[in-house]
Every structure is written in structure tokens, then in C-alpha cells.
């Protein structure tokens, strides 16, 4: 049988340079000490993500998903048949679904971190979507990428689900965004997921399920750095925290040490006293308008914006200045 998918390595030379080694040895070395979010997804992590998003607190995956079922028609009707879709962060490559009959893509892209998790997920998209041109890279989209030009096109839409624009901060948000206006021509798409503020119970609970399975997800990059990297790492030693930080919109996520204690990563060794944590990720909450703001400044322009009833989520249409 053919392959339903083609896999871009060699164009994303930096793909390869995702070195964990060297990043997670700075951020523990930081003070406070912190990892970048990337971090968490190897196939553990990326079908931990899957779970989360199955978590009756996590309401962010189910709601973007029903807006982008009721909009798909409108989506489809101001993006035009045959667009190339770009997608940042595919993951599972679930959400792209919802979309394709009404969009009728020319061609579809899936750039992730994960790499197996990335090439299963495209494979049975594109067993599933004969019709589609599948094609996956696995790049770090923290970094300038160099997507050649027959992915953008003419008409190009890059799609950046899950809220993943609230992992950055607002200015590397906007450094981010900037990049993508860079690689699109003038009038090119972005449909982008964005998480708005909301009640601090309900997003403390979406980052605290009952079943463990965010704690779990947070706790795997501890297991990761264990199983990658030369470590006596334990940890069972930490614990998960994520809390709502209402001066910065943001839900935090940490892994605290209890008690004092001191690990080795790859020779060095780092100490933790009482209470200490190490912050794993930011998740950034913006209102509808001061996301438009953020990606003003990056040269995007809102076409049109859909939320839930309860404005728990949103996505955006924005077109390339
Ligand atoms: C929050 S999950 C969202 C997954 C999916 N798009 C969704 O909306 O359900 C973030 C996804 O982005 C990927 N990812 C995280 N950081 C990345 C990076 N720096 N470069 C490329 N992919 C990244 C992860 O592997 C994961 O699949």
C-alpha cells in the first residue's frame, strides 16, 4: 500500500536540534527554576494531552470543538475551496476533522513536536481522507521555521488549535505571531483557539481534574527527563500545582518539592528547599478583544470571531495584513 502521508524532515533542518539536554539543564539553573512547556510531549506525553482533553473539568477541548462543528460552514465560506492548510501543534490532528468536508483543503500540513505521535496521527488522517494531500514535519514552531513554498501557496491557512498561543508569553506571542505573518503572503488565514478569562474555579478545576491525569501529564517530563537524560531524578518526590494567577491571566502549572532535596541531571546537581517548585508551564487567558490587540500588533486582522454561550472559548478568523 502507498504511503497515505509524505513526512518532511530534511525541510526543517532545527528539528533536529530540539535539545532537550541543553534546555532543561538552563531552566533548572534558572532562578526561579522553570522548563519550557515543549517538553512534555513525547508519545507519553502527547496521548496523556488526549486524555486531559477527555476530562469533564477540561472544557477547553470540547468547546472549541463545538464551535468549530456550528462555524465550519462560515470558516469554509470565507477561507474559499482549496486552501493549503497549515497545521501548528496537530497533535492528535482531531479538530481538522470538524473541518475538512465544508473547507475542501487543496493540501493539509501537520507540524508537531512529537514526532511518532505526529506520524500515526497523520497516517490515519490520511487513510481516512483519501481525497486529502497529507503531508507532516516534525519542527519546533518556537523557532523561526522555513516552510517551503509550495506548502503556503497562493492561498494559504495556517490553524493553530488548543489555545497552545496562551503557552507564550504575550510578547513571544507576538514575536510568534510575527514569524507566521512573515511565512504567509498578504490575505493569507489564521484561524486560531484562544481561551478566554473566566471564573477562577472553572479554570482551576480544568487544570486540576479529579482523575489525576494533568497531574500525571506535568509529572511526565519528570519521567521523561529520567528516561532521556543521565539523572537520579524521582518523581514521585514532586507534586503537581496549577493555580490561577489573576495579575498576569494566567494559569501556572508547577511541580513542587515538598520537602528539601537535591537531584543530578548529566553530572550537575541542583538543589530544591522546602516548597521550592519548578515551573512547567503559563497558560495565558485573554479576552476577545485584547487577543485581537496582541495579534494587531503582529499584523493580523480580525475577520470574525465565534464563542460558546457561556464565552468560555474562542476562535478567531484573522487575515494577513
Ligand atoms: C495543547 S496540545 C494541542 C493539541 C491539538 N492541536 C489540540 O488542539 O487538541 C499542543 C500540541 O502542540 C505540540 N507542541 C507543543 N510545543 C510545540 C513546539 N514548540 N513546536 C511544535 N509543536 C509543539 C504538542 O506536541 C501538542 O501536540
Redesign the pocket.
Known amino acids: 500500500m502507498a504511503l497515505a502521508i509524505r513526512f518532511h524532515d530534511e525541510q526543517f533542518p532545527d528539528s533536529e536540534e530540539n535539545d532537550l539536554r541543553a534546555e532543561i539543564l538552563q531552566g533548572f539553573a534558572s532562578a526561579p527554576k522553570r522548563t519550557?512547556?515543549?517538553f512534555?510531549?513525547d508519545r507519553r506525553?502527547?496521548e496523556l494531552?488526549e486524555q486531559i482533553?477527555l476530562q469533564p473539568e477540561y472544557y477547553p477541548?470540547r468547546t472549541?470543538e463545538s464551535i468549530l462543528r456550528e462555524a465550519a460552514g462560515e470558516i469554509a465560506e470565507i477561507a474559499g475551496p482549496g486552501a493549503s492548510l497549515i497545521?501548528?501543534?496537530?497533535?492528535?490532528s482531531?479538530?481538522v476533522r470538524l473541518l475538512l468536508e465544508a473547507l475542501r483543503p487543496s493540501s493539509y500540513l501537520g507540524?508537531?513536536?512529537?514526532r511518532d505521535?505526529l506520524l500515526s496521527s497523520t497516517h490515519r488522517l490520511g487513510a481516512d481522507y483519501p481525497w486529502l494531500d497529507v503531508h507532516a514535519a516534525c519542527?519546533?514552531?518556537?523557532r523561526p521555521m522555513h516552510l517551503p513554498g509550495s506548502f503556503i501557496g497562493e492561498h494559504p491557512l495556517a490553524f493553530f488549535?488548543?489555545?497552545?498561543i496562551g503557552?507564550f508569553d504575550p510578547k513571544d506571542a507576538e514575536v510568534f505571531l510575527r514569524n507566521l505573518h512573515d511565512l504567509l503572503p498578504a490575505g493569507g488565514g489564521l484561524l486560531i483557539?484562544v481561551d478566554l478569562v473566566k471564573d477562577k474555579r472553572i479554570l482551576e478545576a480544568a487544570y486540576n481534574d479529579r482523575a489525576g491525569v494533568t497531574a500525571a501529564f506535568n509529572l511526565n517530563l519528570l519521567w521523561r527527563i529520567r528516561d532521556e537524560l543521565d539523572s537520579d531524578i524521582q518523581p514521585s518526590r514532586f507534586a503537581h500545582r496549577a493555580f490561577f494567577n489573576e495579575a498576569h491571566s494566567r494559569i501556572e502549572m508547577h511541580l513542587a518539592s515538598p520537602r528539601a532535596q537535591t537531584l543530578r541531571i548529566e553530572g550537575e546537581r541542583y538543589d530544591f528547599i522546602p516548597g521550592e517548585t519548578l515551573h512547567t508551564e503559563n497558560s495565558y487567558k485573554y479576552s476577545r478583544e485584547g487577543f485581537q490587540r496582541l495579534a494587531g500588533r503582529a499584523g493580523f486582522e480580525p475577520v470574525r470571531v465565534w464563542t460558546d454561550e457561556k464565552e468560555l472559548f474562542s476562535v478567531h478568523y484573522m487575515r494577513r495584513v
Not at 111 to 114: G, L, P, R, V, Y
Not at 139 to 142: C, H, K
Not at 161 to 164: A, D, E, N
Request: glycine share 14%.
Open positions: 519550557p512547556p515543549k512534555f510531549y506525553g502527547s494531552f482533553c477541548t472549541e497545521e501548528l501543534g496537530s497533535g492528535a482531531r479538530k507540524i508537531d513536536i512529537s505521535f519542527a519546533d514552531f518556537t488549535p488548543g489555545s497552545s503557552n483557539g
